[in-house]
T-cell receptor, first 109, second 115 residues
């Protein structure tokens, strides 16, 4: 079975502060991990995926297989980063995505 | 390119009534997904189509939910009869086989309230 846990439902930081959104997963094989984001009044959209090893909007995420984690990080948060963030896992190519419960990030001015 | 389209955007029905949702994926996307998102939870996959064939419907409550994608393009999801616990946002998404489905593009969702 595949499971994704996001332990924080709410996370508040001030502009310019570092931010880390936690994601832990459970899967017996080699999963693909993703972060999706939903800004206010917008659609759910892909932010980044571990296989690309990319930085999007200043966010990065490293897959730690030993700790089964895929935490999302940004060194200096901006107000426009305020959104709902979902961590998601896929076990096989073309397989289904399993989402975590999401973390609401609020960046205060 | 045009995004994933869904209709209606909102629907209010009484329990035991039936309801149908429609989705038109991005042109050329072979894979289509229906998710259910209950308030406070992440999206949960109900059914995944590859063209007009079902890839995964393991979490679809088949006694009341049905979905079809007859021509491999648009899709409908039906609930009959609806229960109170079906109140949720129903999201449709699509993806291309060219990137092995790694990027899913979501529609705006249909918000269902069952009274």
């Amino acid at each position: 079975a595949q499971r994704v846990t996001q332990p924080e439902k709410l996370l508040s930081v001030f502009k310019g502060a570092p931010v880390e959104l936690k994601c832990n997963y459970s899967y017996s094989g080699s999963p693909e991990l993703f972060w999706y984001v939903q800004y206010s009044r917008q659609r759910l959209q892909l932010l980044l995926r571990h296989i690309s090893r990319e930085s999007i909007k200043g966010f990065t995420a490293d897959l730690n297989k030993g700790e089964t984690s895929f935490h999302l990080k940004k060194p200096f948060a901006q107000e426009e980063d305020s959104a709902m963030y979902y961590c998601a896992l896929r076990g096989t190519s073309y397989g289904k995505l399993t989402f975590g419960q999401g973390t609401i990030l609020t960046v205060h001015p | 390119e045009a995004g994933v389209a869904q209709s209606p955007r909102y629907k209010i029905i009484e329990k035991r009534q039936s309801v149908a949702f429609w989705c038109n994926p991005i042109s050329g996307h072979a894979t289509l997904y229906w998710y259910q998102q209950i308030l406070g939870q992440g999206p949960k996959l109900l059914i995944q189509f590859q063209n007009n064939g079902v890839v995964d419907d393991s979490q679809l409550p088949k006694d009341r939910f049905s979905a079809e994608r007859l021509k491999g393009v648009d899709s409908t999801l039906k609930i009959q009869p609806a229960k109170l616990e079906d109140s949720a946002v129903y999201l449709c998404a699509s993806s291309s086989i060219l990137d092995r489905g790694r990027t899913q593009y979501f529609g705006p969702g249909t918000r269902l309230l069952v009274l």
